[in-house]
């Protein structure tokens, strides 16, 4: 257990649907980064946060937002859903934004789009 | 740009034997961070271990342990008496410190290993 926990663990909704995927990061740890696993894509960064700020961005797209709460649980949106987001999501945290600092992942949310 | 390259799809190796999960990186930084992660068939991401570029040992924790290669931008996970357990697939990743604030982790495509009794 890495100490990262992620809600919900499996999530079925409709295309053009919204839907929000919770993450905890361990005790301690100020950043949050977001990935998201396909099939075709393979694991690519999303975003990072780093105590309530936005830090980075790779590829994530415009109908995806995300947001670091004071309390440092993040939240990731994915609006008007497609096939193609059907994906693994995971979040993963690490105690600051240091190149060497592990990243520890989270059990990931499975999202399926119908 | 970052590049990690996982050649082997896929590998097998006999319970107790010693298997080799080859890595190659691609980065023009001087300073960056190897990481190996394990993920088995129920999906999460399991961190093995770590190699700084400035490192001059190579990493070991328990039965893993990373040959790296500098000059050659190889850093190999080596995984000794294999465990039925160690059956999963295994992902090389890289982080550089570039700028400040930056610095994702960018993933190979992985490595399916399958230990046999």
């Known amino acids: 257990d890495s100490g990262v926990t992620q809600t919900p663990k499996h999530l079925i909704t409709a295309t053009g649907q919204r839907v929000t995927l919770r993450c905890s990061p361990r005790s301690g740890d100020l950043s949050v980064y977001w990935y998201q696993q396909s099939l075709d894509q393979g694991l690519q960064f999303l975003i990072q946060?780093?105590?309530?700020?936005?830090?980075a961005k790779g590829n994530i797209l415009e109908r995806f937002s995300a947001q670091q709460f004071p309390d440092l649980h993040s939240e990731l949106n994915l609006s008007s859903l497609e096939l193609g987001d059907s994906a693994l999501y995971f979040c993963?945290?690490?105690?600051?934004?240091?190149?060497?600092?592990?990243?520890?992942f989270g059990p990931g949310t499975r999202l399926l789009v119908l | 740009a970052q590049k990690i390259t996982q050649t082997q799809p896929g590998m097998f190796v006999q319970e107790k034997e010693a298997v080799t999960l080859d890595c190659t990186y691609d980065t023009s930084d001087q300073s960056y961070g190897l990481f190996w992660y394990k993920q088995p068939s129920s999906g999460e991401m399991i961190f093995l271990i770590y190699?700084?570029?400035?490192?001059?040992q190579n990493a070991t924790e328990g039965r893993y342990s990373l040959n790296f290669q500098k000059a050659r931008k190889s850093a190999n996970l080596v995984i000794s008496a294999s465990q039925l357990g160690d059956s999963a697939m295994y992902f090389c990743?890289?982080?550089?410190?570039?700028?400040?604030?930056?610095?994702?982790?960018?993933f190979g495509t992985g490595t399916r290993l399958l230990v046999s009794p």
């Open positions: 990743a890289m982080r550089v410190s570039r700028n400040t604030g930056f610095q994702k982790l960018v």
């Open positions: 190699q700084g570029s400035y490192d001059e």
């Open positions: 993963a945290s690490s105690v600051g934004s240091g190149f060497q600092e592990t990243q520890y």
């Open positions: 946060y780093y105590n309530g700020e936005e830090r």
